[in-house]
């Protein structure tokens, strides 16, 4: 199993210096959030459906995975932190991420209690998360909300 963490970590690197800089921008965040979504969608779309000990699309899941997160993870932060004050940040960033905490903290509950029923159920929420999250840029991108430029620190 640590095979895998090691090879997603290895992935992410990679793409946080390659593919990250290529593709993100706070003015067009569409296309890196869409396509990490996707790609979060594929890679739990692919634990669903893969046959059991399919080791290949195993390393295919943990790859999607690991381009996924290069792209959602720095582009959701980048966002955050454009959206507040500069003087107002540090306060508000900790504020949000209490709230996440508290939001996301049932959801391992809840994924025992659909793994209990079927295996494949937490990866089916995972994905209809997903693609809430596809959705909510696609939502963000036609309202035309944009980032603003960022403030100059005194």
């Known amino acids: 199993i640590s095979t895998y963490v090691a090879l997603r970590s290895i992935i992410m690197t990679f793409c946080f210096f390659v593919l990250g800089p290529r593709l993100t ?16 969608f594929g890679s739990q779309a692919l634990l669903v459906f893969m ?11 943990v790859a999607l995975e690991g381009v996924a997160a290069a792209l959602v993870s720095p582009m959701t932060e980048s966002l955050l932190a454009l959206a507040m004050e500069t003087k107002e940040r540090a306060r508000i960033s900790a504020m949000v991420y209490v709230v996440l ?20 159920l ?3 929420l995972n994905m209809v998360l997903f693609a809430i999250g596809f959705g ?3 939502l963000i991108g036609r309202l035309g909300i944009h980032a603003r430029p960022a403030e100059k620190v005194e």
């Open 136 to 138: 909510l840029v696609w």
């Open 25 to 40: 921008s706070v003015y067009h965040f569409r296309l890196p959030l869409w396509m990490g979504f996707a790609a979060y």
């Open 101 to 120: 905490i508290v939001l996301t903290s049932p959801f391992g509950w809840i994924a025992g209690q659909l793994s209990a029923m079927d295996r494949s």
């Open 51 to 61: 046959a059991p000990r399919a080791v290949p699309l195993m390393v295919l899941s």
């Open 122 to 124: 937490p990866f089916a």
